[in-house]
């Protein structure tokens, strides 16, 4: 089979080839893989080559997946096919087609299938099903990872370019990990989920599964946008992918990690530190306690109860219709009163303020997607055990409002699939994706199970999205640097670092903590060039964030080495007296590592 990497799918729609083409070979290589636990229902051939022909003519401006291959996760609505949400007597035909899918259809990707899951989104293991337990792309004697197993294996297999998930506890990266693919998990609301089968509805967000971060971005790109009438959709900064010169951080401290034994993934683990060090980036220690704490809640606590709500008439009409192992974890709800739900809701608001503290130290907390792997006859032994092992480092997650994304490691030594999850705070998803992109390169797999190299420099940004506004920082807004979290916060996005032209001083102004430079322009020939970062702020956010900015500081126009004039920060004159010129150093990070402040590597 091809190369479906968007990139490469769009080069050979320039030279020649059909979409009515490409159709046919994508359902040539879902026969050849022969593996019926994939897909529960797909698109008829004719039907998907009329999509085809119905796109026009080849317009990757107006329609960035055009001509592209996807699939859906059976819980998900696709107009006239059945949702079965892994559930033959819950299925029904969908009068409408969800948000999400819809977008992407209007942005011209093509559906080939929906695929098989856990049922009702509840596992992570992908065999809790009624219908064939898809293989593990990568060995088959390992679980395929769920809740959406289907998709994943769909992607890893090379049979289309992305699929849709969706992730509570971890379905989005774990069967990533698992088959060896990138699994993007956005911030919670930023993809509709209107016309997804709940499993709880306050945490459900539409996971995105690719070969590489580049082309999970591209779909998400299109997926991403508020949704009035979902009552849980917000308006979510999107940004532009790409890697500050600095970041900060956080990985598991000793006590945190949890391998059960496991010495291949502890080794899998160790590999992906090293390659985390040759980013050159500064890292810190996280005790992962209150992280862990919160797991806890989702299963061993009120929040079954929402998946209970999901399907309750159906479980309290039909209980014999649901998968035993479904059916156990659900009904544990009746145990759980209403006063246990806000016990529950009142220890959530605790350890979110027990963990809000941690970014302000960092800007990514990365971990193990999973701390161990499992084979099917694992499960067949103990449904149970392994599937709350896989949650390890993944179900905190939506509880907390992070974002976040898998990405493919260092095999094991034992030849099996490993990877990484890069975390952050909600809003951060191109500052996840930047990041993931270089992992993934430093890791050097294969694409999934195909044969298929990584791109290189697939990490590159693309520019700042329309109607963003640049702004040149300075001191300690920058990468890594103390209020770099104030940038972010607001949807800021790194877009390159710079120069500015030999017009400026820059200043070491009085106060803090935090330090902060001040940059003054002076009179030509008596200024330096200045080192400093251009990031991207949506209007919206560049108008809060200039109106929070104190005297003496101020935004005005910077004229850069390379020519251009964005806005940025500089000082008032008067502030400069008296303060220590520190031009001769060439920017506030070199002063900082000169002269004892915390030292921070770089790029």
């Known amino acids: 089979m091809r190369s479906l990497l968007i990139d490469e799918l769009h080069a050979a729609y320039r030279t020649g080839l059909s979409p009515e083409s490409l159709i046919e070979e994508v359902f040539d290589a879902i026969d050849a893989a022969a593996d019926p636990g994939i897909f529960i229902t797909l698109v008829k051939p004719a039907e998907a080559r009329k999509a085809a022909r119905a796109l026009g003519p080849f317009d990757p401006v107006g329609k960035p997946l055009w001509g592209v291959p996807f699939a859906v996760k059976d819980n998900i609505d696709v107009e006239g096919m059945p949702t079965t949400a892994g559930c033959p ?6 009068k409408s087609t969800a948000t999400v899918v819809q977008r992407l259809i209007d942005a011209g990707a093509l559906l080939i299938g929906k695929t098989n899951l856990d049922q009702f989104a509840t596992g992570l293991v992908g065999v809790r099903t009624p219908y064939p337990v898809p293989r593990n792309a990568i060995d088959p004697e390992l679980v395929p990872g769920g809740s959406s197993s289907g998709s994943a294996v769909a992607v890893a297999r090379g049979l289309v370019s992305f699929a849709l998930g969706t992730d509570t506890a971890g379905s989005g990266r774990v069967p990533a990990v698992l088959n ?34 580049r082309d999970a971005w591209c779909a998400y790109a299109s997926a991403a946008a508020f949704d009035p ?14 890697l500050p010169p600095a970041l900060r951080i956080g990985v598991p401290d000793k006590s945190s990690l949890e391998f059960f034994e496991d010495k291949d993934a502890a080794g899998a683990w160790a590999a992906a530190l090293e390659d985390l060090a040759s980013l050159h980036f500064s890292t810190t220690r996280i005790d992962l306690a209150p992280f862990r704490a919160t797991a806890e809640l989702l299963y061993a606590g009120p929040w079954v109860a929402e998946r209970y709500q999901a399907i309750r ?18 009904s544990g709800a009746t145990d759980y009163s209403a006063a246990d739900a806000f016990a529950g809701m009142y220890r959530l608001a605790e350890l979110k303020r027990a963990t809000a503290g941690i970014w302000n130290d960092i800007d990514v907390l990365a971990v193990p997607t999973i701390p161990t792997v499992y084979t099917l006859g694992d499960l067949d032994a103990d449904p149970i055990t392994p599937n709350s092992r896989l949650g390890t480092y993944t179900n905190f997650v939506n509880l907390l409002d992070l974002c976040a994304l898998a990405v493919p490691g260092r095999f094991r030594k034992d030849g099996r699939p490993a990877g ?36 290189v420099a697939e990490a590159g940004g693309t520019g700042v999205p329309p109607g963003w506004i640049e702004i040149v920082l300075v001191g300690a807004h920058m990468s890594g640097l103390p209020l ?36 003054l322009r002076v009179s030509d020939g008596d200024g330096h060039r200045i080192e400093v970062e251009v990031w991207a702020l949506p209007a919206e956010g560049f108008g809060r964030f200039v109106s929070a900015i104190p005297p003496p500081l101020c935004i005005g126009t910077v004229q850069l080495e390379d020519g251009t004039q964005p806005k940025g920060f500089l000082v008032e004159a008067q502030a400069t007296e008296g303060a220590e010129n520190i031009s001769g150093h060439g920017g506030w990070r070199r002063y900082l590592e000169v002269t004892g402040g915390k030292p921070l590597t770089r790029r």
């Open 89 to 94: 007597d819950f299925a029904a035909v969908a």
């Open 229 to 242: 009438i979902d009552p849980y959709s917000r308006t979510m900064p999107i940004g532009t992918p790409a």
């Open 313 to 330: 008439t159906f479980i309290e009409d039909t209980p014999h219709a649901l998968h035993p192992v479904t059916r156990k974890i659900i």
């Open 180 to 213: 060896n693919i990138v699994g993007l998990k956005p911030s919670l609301g930023a993809i509709s989920t209107r016309g997804v089968v709940p499993a709880c509805r306050t945490l459900d967000c539409v996971s995105i599964f690719a070969l590489t971060s």
């Open 420 to 455: 990484v999850t890069l975390i952050a705070p909600a809003g951060r998803d191109a500052l996840l994706n930047g990041l993931g992109a270089r992992l993934h390169e430093c890791a050097g797999v294969d694409l999934g199970a195909t044969s298929h190299a990584i791109p």
């Open 484 to 519: 770099n979290h104030e940038v972010s916060a607001l949807g800021g996005t790194f877009v390159r670092s710079a120069r500015t032209a030999a017009r400026y001083c820059l200043f070491a102004l009085p106060g803090g903590p935090p330090r902060r430079p001040g940059m």
